[in-house]
């Protein structure tokens, strides 16, 4: 009989067993036989992974049981791997089908990873990257931001080097894209260079510049406009913020072209103005600040609104 028909056996059987008997089968198969269990995992990758799924959707298998059964083999992943290279991988595989169809959480993830890995770094790596390739551009980066943790809940220290080292640029577009800009801010490029790199790097990270990168861009062009004007302890110190307010005027109207270019919808300046406020408030109200030039009356606080 092969793998497949063996594990297919096995797992169609679980619901009948006892707990103990079913982590086994679930992912302590390697009692199959230690010999063949490359072709297990392999077999798991490709044949039985959305089946854990519906049989857990059917309640067939409880969320219990399956990370039972994944702490069983999450203990000795790391043996395992020595003779099985593809093990880690497809244990990773395992998880992101398991978190996308809500029988494992992010939680589940780090606090394994705390528990039975070894090395974390090189872990979250493949997890990370298998999220990618299992969700996709456009949905992997989404499912990380609603995670609720963080590259540092699996005991990464350094995140920009984990990053660059495993190439996920891609899964943290928005981290990637502020850090061109505040870049590009800070050292006075022109509008039309910012506009032309920020895109460029978009199109490479397969990502549109979204509201929440706009964000990102109000907060570095009032830090810097701040920074001009001499600084928030300055600006604070200052008997009058007449000549600041049109020096700042003029600075963020300077501005406009690059604001105005992915804030042209109403409710994503209204998204905006929370950044605004909340940058102000950072920098203790500097004297002077008033609302960039890009914003429409109508989604302006009261005093500066529409009619």
Known sequence: ???????????????????????????????????????VVCVLQYGQINLVGQLHDKKMLSTQELEAGLDRYLECLED????????????????????KDKYLTWRFATSRTEKWIENKERFLGQLLTTLF??????????????????????????EAAFVKEYKLGKLFPTDEIGKIMSQLIESSA?????????????????CTVDREMSRLLVRYVLQNTVAQLGGADVLQKSETDAL??????????????????????????AFALFEVQKCAQDMNYPKGLTPPPFLSPCVLPHSHGCA
């Open 244 to 269: 600041i307010v049109k020096e700042e005027k003029d600075l963020l109207e300077a501005r406009k072209p690059l604001l105005t270019k992915w804030l042209d919808k109403e409710s994503d300046q």
């Open 80 to 99: 395992v791997a020595i003779d099985t290279p593809a093990a880690p991988k497809i244990t990773c595989a395992f998880i992101i089908h398991g978190i």
């Open 190 to 206: 022109s509008n039309a260079d910012i506009i032309a790199d920020v895109e460029r790097a978009a199109s490479e990270l397969q």
């Open 1 to 39: 009989m092969t793998h497949l028909c063996i594990i297919s056996l096995l797992i169609r059987s679980a619901h009948s067993l006892s707990l103990g008997s079913c982590c086994d089968v679930i992912m302590g198969i390697s009692c199959v036989s230690t010999d063949n269990l490359v072709h």
């Open 133 to 158: 390739s299992e969700l996709g551009a456009e949905i992997a980066p989404k499912e990380w931001r609603e995670a609720g943790v963080t590259i540092g809940d699996f005991g990464v220290k350094d």
